[in-house]
């Protein structure tokens, strides 16, 4: 009996079904990588707008993934894919910025969202571990000096050396002045 395997978009749609035994083949046989990622390129955004060629695009890709199958809708461009690459390098090599890349693992079970993966969650972080913690050792002391902001210091430095912006010092001057007010 054959298994199949669904990958779905991030709204439940259905874009690719697969035999297990044809994605095994892809990721052992031709050495396509045991990550599974579905690509979802905004056509408009991704694209039009910012005049990138899809075929350049999708033929970039295959320096890094190999291509397993590809759909072209009206707004969307949906490309499944597998790779040897973690999901943080993948997000550097497939130039999708208002689309979706969504991890799968090698029996089609969705793993995650990586352009809106979470950070690291804590919540699962045991009480009593907690409580071993010496929080005040890990506090910085304020009492010995003060805190300087940055950008302040960087105006106020630029101020003393006698150094004149030539872009955008009405920004500084009002973000320094702002400041100023804040404390008065």
Do not use: C, W
């Not at 694209?47 to 969307?76: A, P, S, W």
């Not at 997000?91 to 969504?102: F, H, K, Q, R, S």
Request: avoid cysteine.
């Amino acid at each position: 009996m054959k298994e199949n395997l669904e990958f779905k978009n991030k709204n439940g749609e259905l874009i690719f079904e697969l035999e297990k035994s044809a994605l095994t083949k892809v990721t052992s046989e031709y050495k396509g990588g045991e990550h599974i990622y579905l690509l979802e390129y905004d056509y408009v955004k991704d694209f039009l707008i910012i005049n990138r060629d899809v075929g350049e695009t999708l033929e970039k890709l295959k320096d890094y993934f190999h291509i397993i199958g590809e759909i072209r809708q009206t707004e969307k461009i949906y490309v499944l894919t597998s790779t040897v690459l973690e999901a943080d390098m993948v997000t550097m090599n497939v130039e999708i910025e208002y689309g979706a890349i969504l991890e799968f693992d090698l029996n089609g079970k969705f793993i995650a969202d990586v352009l809106n993966q979470e950070k690291e969650d804590f919540s699962a972080v045991n009480a009593d571990e907690l409580a071993e913690l010496d929080l005040e050792s890990l506090e910085v002391s304020s009492k010995d000096k003060p805190y300087i902001d940055p950008a302040e210091a960087l105006v106020q430095a630029s101020k003393e050396a006698g150094a004149r912006g030539y872009e955008r010092k009405d920004v500084l001057k009002k973000f320094a002045e702002e400041k100023e007010q804040k404390r008065a």
